[in-house]
Nanobody, 124 residues
Framework: QVQLVESGGGLVQAGGSLRLSCAAS????????MGWFRQAPGKEREFVAA????????GYADSVKGRFTISRDNAKNTVYLQMNSLKPEDTAVYYC?????????????????WGQGTQVTVSS
């Protein structure tokens, strides 16, 4: 059974940092694109960041570019999202996801596997 389990969410003040982790089990994702999405209350789920299996190609939403960094450790089957300079508008449930291809995309239907999410709350 394939599982993606996020961790590292929590409550942080504006300007602070958090590091999210997504551990995969049930199969290896070393050859798959992986990404992070988020969903704030009353809003649609939106793309945050993603990268290819090699990490050679990476994409970010404009709203997080320069503040968030996606990375992965294929040996550990884990992907990370380092979030710095957090803002109240970053408050959301953050989900990691994996594609069935080598690449990544900005649309959620391009991802086959999803975690259950971790809450990030940024206070002002």
């Amino acid at each position: 059974q394939v599982q993606l389990v996020e961790s590292g969410g929590g409550l942080v003040q504006a300007g602070g940092s958090l590091r999210l982790s997504c551990a995969a089990s049930g199969r290896t994702f070393s050859r798959n694109g992986m990404g992070w999405f988020r969903q704030a209350p009353g809003k649609e789920r939106e793309f945050v960041a993603a990268n290819t299996w090699s990490g050679g190609s990476t994409g970010y939403a404009d709203s997080v570019k320069g503040r968030f960094t996606i990375s992965r450790d294929n040996a550990k089957n884990t992907v990370y999202l380092q979030m710095n300079s957090l803002k109240p508008e970053d408050t959301a449930v953050y989900y990691c996801a994996a594609t069935l291809t080598l690449g990544w995309g900005r649309r959620d239907f391009e991802y086959r596997y999803w975690g259950q999410g971790t809450q990030v709350t940024v206070s002002s």
